[in-house]
């Protein structure tokens, strides 16, 4: 039997695996073989059944992450996983929303064991300075009114080996796997258990978020900001702004020391640790 049969998504276990607290927050789950992009997915269900609804697919076409760049989606080994939430009120700024949720993802794979992973700003989930998940929060929004959020999560499970399959040719970033961040296959947890404490931890955080807003995940955020305190530089555009990072701000704003007692606020931009 091959590792993809052995470890197919099942939604019966996906449910298993949850706490009942938060299994009752979870309105569907739709578990897919194929499709383009699990957010897009999530994006073409009528308005009334957006909401805490789950989209899994074992495989993706056309996966996105920030910035419009693609993300590679090879079958059989990954999670690719979206969440539609729909946002009544508008009590705390959206804006921190993928911060948030990037703290319950490494939450959810501190459950695995994983230790010494971080969040890079605003939202990738690297170890050892290689991109193990990423995060593309969508926002569709009217003013002050209610606003939906589809929040996409893909963590390299298993992939493929690059000499195999090219992937290095596909993927221009570091990157890594879970089982080779644990060490060895055989302490790697099967994807629907992983499956499982995501859901877990982002339906827990969603509700804690909609009560306090981010500050009640500033702590945790500060705990695992990979850039804190370290000389980065922040690209926009044809522009290179260097400084040093002093965490986020009440929005999710970058804080970058430009000059001493000279503080920038960026929403935006590429950033990379200056070795200079």
Same mark, same amino acid.
């Given at each position: ?21 938060? =299994? ?23 308005? #009334?059944?957006?909401?805490?609804? @789950? $989209?899994?697919?074992?495989?993706q076409t056309g996966g996105r992450g920030r910035r419009q760049r693609n993300w590679h989606s090879p079958p059989g080994g990954n999670i690719y996983l979206s969440l ?6 508008? #009590? ?20 695995? +064991? ?41 963590? %390299? ?19 890594? #796997?879970?089982?080779?961040?644990? +060490? ?16 877990d931890e982002l339906l827990e955080a969603l509700d804690c978020f909609e009560s306090n807003g981010f500050e009640a995940f500033r702590s945790n955020w500060q705990d695992? #900001?990979?850039?804190?305190?370290? %000389?980065? =530089? @922040?690209?926009? +555009? ?14 999710? +704003? ?10 920038? $606020? ?11």
């Amino acid at each position: 039997m091959t590792d993809a049969i052995r470890d197919q998504l099942e939604a019966g276990l996906i449910r298993a695996g949850m706490s009942s607290a938060n =299994l009752s927050k979870l309105r569907q789950l739709t578990l897919l073989q194929e499709t383009d992009s699990t957010n897009t997915e999530v994006s073409r269900l009528p308005g #009334d059944r957006q909401h805490s609804h @789950v $989209v899994l697919a074992d495989h993706q076409t056309g996966g996105r992450g920030r910035r419009q760049r693609n993300w590679h989606s090879p079958p059989g080994g990954n999670i690719y996983l979206s969440l539609g939430w729909w946002f009544r009120m508008n #009590d705390w700024p959206l804006s921190t929303l993928p911060l948030v949720v990037a703290v319950a993802v490494c939450r959810a794979l501190g459950r695995s +064991g994983l230790q010494e992973h971080g969040i890079k700003w605003p939202n990738d989930i690297l170890i050892g300075g290689r991109k193990l998940a990423g995060i593309l929060v969508e926002l569709q929004s009217a003013g002050s009114g209610p606003a939906l959020a589809i929040i996409g999560v893909g963590l %390299n499970v298993r992939m493929p080996q690059a000499g195999e399959t090219g992937l290095a040719a596909v993927i221009d970033r570091p990157w890594t #796997d879970l089982a080779s961040a644990l +060490g060895s296959e055989n302490a790697c947890p099967g994807r629907n258990q992983l499956a499982a404490w995501l859901l877990d931890e982002l339906l827990e955080a969603l509700d804690c978020f909609e009560s306090n807003g981010f500050e009640a995940f500033r702590s945790n955020w500060q705990d695992m #900001d990979l850039l804190l305190g370290r %000389n980065i =530089l @922040v690209e926009q +555009g044809d522009k290179e702004i260097s400084g040093r990072a002093r965490g986020v701000d009440q929005n999710g +704003g970058l804080l970058l020391e430009t000059s001493p007692s000279v503080i920038q $606020v960026f929403h935006s931009g590429e950033v990379r640790v200056h070795h200079g």
